[in-house]
């Protein structure tokens, strides 16, 4: 089986695509199928997380490519950016991955959360589409509540004169 550990920086040719979904992507072991039908183990150091466009390294040499696999999301669409950001504050506000667009949120599919957005007044569509949430506010694709950032910015107080 081959494995992949490695996560490539520069712009490769790719030789092979795995196609993942959102939570998928944020997993650091895993095995699955290439496109070819190949079986690979992925092993990323902690903290890795992928998005669709990376590339990776193969142990037999290979790049790589990762594509966003289509699934199931609820896009929210609104003329008024004023309610856009509405919604996307209370979706922050539950910690819901949210994919942002000029006119339009996506998030992973929850009746739930489209009930309370339709409530809200804005137009939900449910569809199958990739998923490319926000990486956060440390830089990470994904943070979960017991990962904590490498180092927090000093704050500096001040008073004024």
């Known amino acids: 089986m081959i494995e992949i550990t490695k996560r490539l920086s520069a712009s490769e040719t790719v030789d092979e695509t795995l196609e993942l979904i959102f939570e998928a992507r944020q997993k650091r072991w895993l095995r699955m199928s290439l496109a070819s039908g190949e079986e690979v183990s992925l092993r990323l150091p902690r903290g890795e997380r992928l998005r669709g466009g990376d590339l990776l390294l193969a142990s037999d040499g290979r790049v790589i490519g990762i594509r ?5 999301v ?25 994919q942002l667009m000029p006119d339009r ?18 137009k939900v569509t449910a569809l199958v589409a990739p998923f490319e949430p926000e990486g956060g506010a440390y830089g990470h694709h994904h943070a979960h509540g017991s990962e904590k950032p490498a180092s927090l910015p000093k704050i500096h107080s001040f008073s004024p004169p």
């Open 68 to 72: 966003a696999a289509p699934e199931r």
């Open 74 to 98: 609820v896009r929210i669409e609104c003329p008024n950016p004023s309610d856009l950001l509405r919604v996307a504050y209370h979706l922050g506000n539950r910690h819901v991955a949210v």
């Open 105 to 122: 949120l996506r998030f992973l599919a929850d009746h739930v959360l489209g009930e309370m957005v339709a409530r809200l007044g804005l």
